[in-house]
């Protein structure tokens, strides 16, 4: 296979059925999509470079086949055996937003990856408290979506993998003892 990036026919998967939430809803998925990013890969492949046992990374791709997030790009066969490539369906999914009460998707396997990272991997987290007019707010979400989706389209310079995750947003009341 190629070194380059599959280049996804579609822009955007949009997550709307319950087989896909449960799909997007595992770090390991969510681990397997991360390493497709990077272009094609056989289950063997992935199972690899994730240290999974070879059944627990196809049970894996395939729920993500079935719930339309990756797709069979290319087959080859290989002493008999016929070996599928897989790449991601689109550029990039879009979640719905969590139900009350949930924690969002992205942030927990955000958190999970920030946890697992290398110690001597350099970090930058930080979190800014503010108070801005919606005017700003919206400004500010227009400018941070443009820089997100140049750093996304960056991915082609081979550089070492990054990651960023951001939560601009308007907190909730806390309210103490139940109240």
Do not use: C, W
């Amino acid at each position: 296979m190629p070194d380059e990036p599959e280049i996804p026919p579609d822009d955007a998967v949009h997550v709307t059925t319950a087989e896909q939430l449960r799909a997007v809803n595992s770090l390991v998925r969510h681990r397997i999509l991360a390493v497709l990013r990077d272009g094609p890969a056989t289950i063997t492949q992935v199972a690899a470079k994730l240290e999974l046992a070879k059944g627990s990374s196809s049970y894996h791709m395939r729920l993500l086949e079935r719930a339309g997030l990756i797709r069979v790009v290319n087959t080859r066969k290989v002493r008999g055996v016929v070996e599928r490539y897989y790449a991601h369906t689109a550029r990039r999914i879009v979640l719905p937003e969590p139900a009350p009460g949930q924690r969002d998707v992205v942030l927990r396997h955000a958190l999970d990856d920030l946890a697992t990272a290398r110690e001597d991997s350099p970090k930058l987290v930080r979190m800014q408290h503010t108070r801005i007019s919606e005017d700003r707010f919206v400004e500010f979400t227009e400018r941070l979506t443009a820089l997100l989706d140049e750093l996304r389209d960056e991915r082609s310079s081979g550089g070492p993998e990054a990651t960023l995750a951001v939560a601009f947003f308007r907190p909730g009341i806390v309210k103490e003892d139940g109240e």
